[in-house]
């Protein structure tokens, strides 16, 4: 038997993380090697936004709730992994895994030395994104204040410091704490 009719026999005929029955296909957990227990049964949506993290929603994946109980190891990893990129660590906190199974979701994970930019509401953070300050902040140098609400375009990461961004502001390129910025 193929391993796109395993999983579909496995999962019901729907994606065995939001249980839709549209765009259905195989969807292989790295590292794998190719087996039915080393993959999952998705929807186009959910597979689209694995791989284009980018463009996840969060609401989409509100499903995670009660795919991170399945009995199935590849859906606990995928759950794992998907609520760890949400930022829903209350979700991760809650899941039960066998060591085997957490090792295997742990090595797919980013990397944690690998600095992570967010916004005051904790939403990451992008080189080009626009943000918006959330405080009038005195601007060290100069003679104007950075106003509450002014827009800030096309940002730029300050590497090695996860706490700032930089942005032009009034013309003037300046480096803004990401705790009083908000994305917009």
């Not at 065995?16 to 949506?45: F, K």
């Not at 829903?88 to 944690?112: H, N």
Request: a negative charge; aromatic letters at 4%.
């Amino acid at each position: 038997m193929s391993l796109e009719k395993e999983l579909a026999k496995r999962s019901g005929g729907v994606c065995e993380l939001c249980g839709s029955s549209e765009g259905l296909s195989a969807l292989e957990v790295t590292p794998s090697d190719g087996s039915v227990d080393q993959a999952i049964y998705a929807c186009s949506t959910c597979t689209s936004q694995i791989q284009n993290p980018d463009s996840m929603d969060e609401t989409h994946f509100n499903c995670l709730n009660d795919s991170m109980w399945n009995e199935t190891p590849a859906v606990q990893v995928v759950s794992y992994r998907l609520l760890n990129a949400l930022g829903r660590q209350d979700l991760v906190d809650m899941m039960y895994m066998e060591e085997d199974v957490k090792a295997w979701a742990d090595a797919g994970l980013p990397d944690e030395n690998v600095l992570v930019y967010k916004d005051s509401n904790g939403v990451k953070l992008q080189a080009g994104d626009t943000v918006v300050i959330t405080k009038d902040l005195d601007v060290k140098g100069t003679t104007f204040v950075a106003k509450r609400g002014t827009a800030v375009r096309n940002i730029a990461l300050v590497s090695g410091n996860a706490d700032l961004i930089e942005g032009r502001v009034n013309g003037v390129k300046i480096q803004i704490l990401t705790k009083f910025l908000k994305k917009s």
